[in-house]
């Protein structure tokens, strides 16, 4: 995935969850924030960040801050961007766990959730749902960075969904290089680390997979080993 263009900032403040204040050629303006989380250690005071001008003259903000410099490597911070990702790599075959996929289509409900895509393969039905993770901390990648009951209520339902004889997944794209393995933020969310070590020993696969990344682009890169049991060591 390519952003049509991109153009440098320097971070200066967050000023709520959805906007911030960079410096873009010498001028502070105010931007949106494509992402809702913490971000703590990655909005510093000083970051080199990567914004998405937008076209659209009616826009409350011109910019939306996308990418973020971290120890000379760029994170994508853009909520909306796994999602786009994972498709086209589910599409091209980029995934082999999940080779074989038919009738892939975004968004599907079931139960009380509505999941990021359904499928077909080998005639079963199957539900899928993609969280992007833009924490790490000593080269372990980390979801989530904030509690997120929404997030724990689709694994749980994930888990019903393989009793009733579907497949269920959870793939947790990790926006950066270089981590060497995932692992549920149990010290953040506990609910949530306890669902998902639940989902997988009742059948759901958990899949991550770290990104090529460069300030205006984000590519599914390689597997990643998932540590269920583990948090920072």
Known sequence: MKYVRVVFGTFVRRLNRFAAEVEIEGRLETVHVKNTGRLKELLVPGACVGLSPSRNEARKYRHSLISVKKGGIWVNIDSHAPNRVVHEALEKGGVPELAGLERL?????????????????????????????????????????????????????????????????????????????????????????????????????????????????????????????????
């Open 105 to 233: 289509k975004r968004e599907a409900v079931f139960g009380q959730s509505r999941f990021d895509f359904c499928f077909e393969r080998n005639g079963r039905k199957g539900f899928m749902e993609v969280k992007g993770v833009t924490l790490e901390k000593d080269g372990t990648a980390l979801f989530p960075d904030a509690p997120t009951e929404r997030g724990a209520r689709h694994v749980r339902e994930l888990i019903r969904a393989v009793k009733e004889g579907c497949e269920g997944v959870v793939f947790f794209l990790i926006q950066m290089p270089g981590c060497r393995r995932f692992a549920p933020h149990g010290k953040m969310d506990p609910s949530f680390a306890e669902a998902l070590k639940t989902a997988a020993a009742n059948g759901v696969r958990v899949l991550a997979y770290d990104a090529e990344v460069t300030a205006g682009s984000l590519v599914i890169g390689k597997p990643v080993p998932v540590d269920l049991e583990g948090e920072v060591r």
